[in-house]
């Protein structure tokens, strides 16, 4: 039987707590604010905790630093109806073993309490140095730009959280537009090198002729029209965070010189034959799928494994809708401050038109079309007609792929849809998108001989996602069947 301690003063959640784990054989105490938790702690060992942030009223996060500050080792997790980004960053920074938005739903409320019961009785013989007591300033926060409260979400959040203070090398990908620079700023300002330089390397953009000098710097004389020393930006952020945005377009002889630096935190300006020593973390950022591009030779894999130190997925709009409306409320009230407009609400119309969108370009599709919404928008309501999508004004709407033409490929698969639905009877149709997607893998994978990398690529989506849905589905190449 493990002890279990509730800090709080929201009564509802002690009951609904005590009667889950109580009924389960654990025994429970609650205490009412951090002070009386902290006492019962100097009292008494418990297993797991359970410790409430509401603030004002009850700041648990202070609560958890006391926690950790004494260096107890039980597990704590925090739950908050303030579901943002920076309480989820900040509660993981200090050591949560989790963070959980409320309302708190039954079934993963009781795997992750198993689990932390779990690690509490391994760790009980182990002594933990107290997480960092650093708040994060105002002017940090404005910077972390972050909006999200499905589950995939705060999971990236509690991800930044327990990364963010440690120096190491971070690969975040996704589709153009779900925010991976915003998690990389996420990152750096919830990180020991918050008060040092932060810069972003577009690879996409620079021209291959022009990257090393850009990167290293180059002495006076280097070549033709090198009228004065140039310090790189790795000089530049010594002591700081480099992003490489779109690495994936980096040329392989760019990636060797790369992988040189984050090998031994050196290199030599162009023409010039001083080592210079930098301590910068290295951030990556990549809408390519980089096991592919490993695959194909365009990218070195001992490279790849030097970023891949931590791995951040970012989901794509379509696949955490319910964020939408949250979305769509913070660009408006942004726009309409920025732009001096008086828009207080959204027709309803609005709404659906927004919700029943499949937004290729993501989060950055969403904030454009609300940017033009607003400047178009001319009283306080926002309206239907007011919201325009980029595939409206001729570019294509299927995720992944811009500028291509559908309009053939998308009446087909209408028809087939609507096929599909007049001959499919009820208890079908309450499945449909998992079996249309569970034959459309299928069939892909078919097609590409169990080439992974291939149907990953033919579909649109990830490696790792394709093997989840693999393993869903349960589908298998024919020899593993034999």
Known sequence: ??????????????????????????????????????????????????????????????????????????????????????????????????????????????????????????????????????????????????????????????????????????????????????????????????????????????????????????ERGAFTGAYRTHVGKFERCHGGTLLFDEIGDMSLGTQAKLLRVLQGGEFERLGGTETVQVDVRILAATNKNLEAEVDGGRFREDLYYRLKVISIELPPLRERLDDVPNLVNYFVGRFAQEYGRTVHYLADEAVERLASHNWPGNVRELENSLRRAVLMCKGDVLRAEHVEFESDQGEAAVPGRRGEPTGGLQDRVAGLVSEILQRADQRARANLIELVEEALIGQTLRQCGFNQVRAARMLGISRNTLRHRMKKYRIKPPEADA
Not at 20 to 31: I, K, Q, S, V
Not at 191 to 209: Q, W
């Open 1 to 218: 039987m493990s002890k279990i301690l509730i800090v709080g003063n929201d009564e509802p959640l002690v009951r609904q707590l005590t009667r889950l784990f109580a009924g389960a054989g654990h025994e429970l105490a609650a205490a009412s604010d951090g002070a009386a938790g902290l006492g019962r702690l100097q009292a008494d060992r418990f297993d797991l905790i359970f410790l409430d942030h509401s603030p004002p009223e009850l700041d648990g996060l202070e609560t958890l630093s006391e926690i950790k500050r004494a260096q107890i080792k039980t597990p704590v997790i925090v739950m908050t109806a303030c579901g943002t980004t920076d309480t989820a960053i900040e509660a993981m920074k200090r050591g949560a073993y989790d963070y959980l938005p409320k309302p708190l739903e039954t079934d993963g409320l009781q795997r992750i309490a198993a689990d932390a019961l779990e690690v509490s009785r391994l760790m009980q013989q182990i002594v933990r140095a107290p997480s960092s007591m650093t708040k994060i300033t105002p002017a940090a926060r404005e910077l972390v730009r972050i909006v999200g409260n499905n589950r995939r979400m705060q999971e990236v959040f509690k991800l930044i959280g327990r990364v963010a203070e440690q120096d190491v090398t971070v690969l975040i990908s996704g589709e153009s537009g779900t925010g991976k620079e915003l998690v990389a700023r996420a990152i750096y300002h919830h990180s020991r090198r918050r008060d040092k330089p932060f810069m972003a390397v577009n690879c996409a953009a620079i021209p291959d002729t022009l990257f090393e000098s850009e990167l290293f710097g180059y």
